[in-house]
């Protein structure tokens, strides 16, 4: 029986195409800057950008680290949200590591944070209060359910942040489902952004590895920070092999992620003791709740596994499935046909 593991877009495998790059990759050693491969991808991802510079990091974590580390001294502070993977899943890199404080501000449904809240956050210049100095965002949000910043919001914030002498950092780890799902061309998305990271290892579908993207001063200061948390990583080609299909052959085919992710909401809305928010199902991220009282999400999570389906148990009522890369429209079809027995068998 085929696994179709829905779990997260970190578990697609390296397409044949990348299988063949990695293998053929020219190298040479990255801390030297003398790999070949790892110059193209970077350039690449820069003039993506419209960027003067960029620098492969080995994961979304090391590049938000790197990258607000960049921005900032010990004691300053950072603005950002509640529900943010900076926040929440980054293991406080950003205070342990850089003695950054975080100013915390509820992110709304839509994945945003009030002008006025990030207004209100900014400290007023005295003895008294860590200096503000960054604003950092998520696009797509993951936890308000993979939704999108759009251009016109990302212009405001840049507003903001110009009226207080604040820069932007935003974490873009899912950023082309974002313009993919808008039918923008992704520059639209960052041209605010003093700084911003994307994950080549999620809908992309490389093995690993991440970029950050920026002015060449933030990049010449980000590779001498990258060094110090580890990132050096020499002949790493192999990575930036991988990264340089995904950005030539993946983007694209994000659509289909999409229209599967919408496919299977669609359906969860109609299996009795699920709820879901439709209106947040705009990319590859599908949340969803256990409406029964007697059943556990454990439990529904154990039965899908038995009829060949993972998902993601985030509470004990809560639910996540991405599609990605390796999920075609019949796995949903499948995925679908699974849930459904398993709510019936644990109604009963």
């Given amino acids: 029986?085929?696994?179709?593991?829905?779990?997260?877009?970190?578990?697609?495998?390296?397409?044949?195409?990348?299988?063949?790059?990695?293998?053929?990759?020219?190298?040479?050693?990255?801390?030297?800057?003398?790999?070949?491969?790892?110059?193209?991808?970077?350039?690449?991802?820069?003039?993506?950008?419209?960027?003067?510079?960029?620098?492969?990091?080995?994961?979304?974590?090391?590049?938000?680290?790197?990258?607000?580390?960049?921005?900032?001294?010990?004691?300053?502070?950072?603005?950002?949200?509640?529900?943010?993977?900076?926040?929440?899943?980054?293991?406080?890199?950003?205070?342990a590591l850089g003695g950054i404080q975080t100013h915390t501000i509820p992110n709304q449904p839509d994945g945003t944070l009030k002008l006025s809240d990030m207004?209100?956050?900014?400290?007023?210049?005295?003895?008294?209060?860590?200096?503000?100095?960054?604003?950092?965002?998520?696009?797509?949000?993951?936890?308000?359910?993979?939704?999108?910043l759009k251009p016109d919001y990302m212009n405001s914030v840049a507003e903001l942040a110009k009226q207080n002498n604040l820069k932007i950092h935003l974490d873009g780890a899912r950023i082309f489902n974002a313009a993919v799902a808008l039918g923008i061309d992704v520059k639209e998305l960052v041209k605010d952004a003093d700084s911003l990271m994307f994950c080549l290892s999620k809908g992309l579908a490389a093995p690993v590895g991440s970029v950050i993207c920026g002015s060449a001063e933030f990049i010449k200061k980000a590779h001498k920070i990258r060094k110090m948390v580890g990132g050096g990583m020499r002949q790493a080609g192999i990575i930036a092999a991988a990264g340089i299909v995904a950005l030539e052959q993946m983007i694209d085919r994000l659509a289909e992620d999409h229209k599967n992710a919408n496919k299977l909401a669609k359906a969860i809305a109609q299996i009795k003791g699920f709820s879901i928010n439709l209106d947040a199902v705009q990319t590859n991220i599908v949340y969803f709740d256990l409406d029964s009282e007697n059943i556990t999400a454990q439990q529904v999570v154990e039965r899908a596994k038995q009829k060949g389906v993972l998902l993601l148990n985030l509470g004990p009522k809560s639910f996540r499935m991405v599609t990605h890369y390796g999920i075609e429209s019949d796995d949903i079809e499948t995925t679908i046909s699974a849930l459904s027995q398993t709510m019936e068998q644990l109604i009963k």
């Fill in 119 to 148: 207004a209100a956050a900014i400290r007023p210049d005295g003895s008294h209060f860590p200096p503000t100095k960054l604003i950092c965002l998520e696009n797509t949000q993951n936890r308000c359910g993979g939704v999108i």
């Fill in 1 to 95: 029986m085929k696994t179709i593991d829905l779990r997260s877009d970190t578990v697609t495998l390296p397409t044949p195409a990348m299988r063949q790059a990695i293998a053929a990759a020219p190298l040479g050693d990255d801390v030297f800057g003398e790999d070949p491969t790892i110059n193209k991808l970077q350039q690449m991802a820069a003039e993506i950008m419209d960027k003067e510079a960029a620098l492969l990091v080995a994961s979304g974590t090391m590049g938000n680290l790197v990258s607000i580390l960049t921005h900032c001294s010990r004691g300053d502070e950072v603005i950002l949200g509640d529900q943010s993977h900076t926040f929440y899943y980054e293991v406080g890199g950003i205070s």
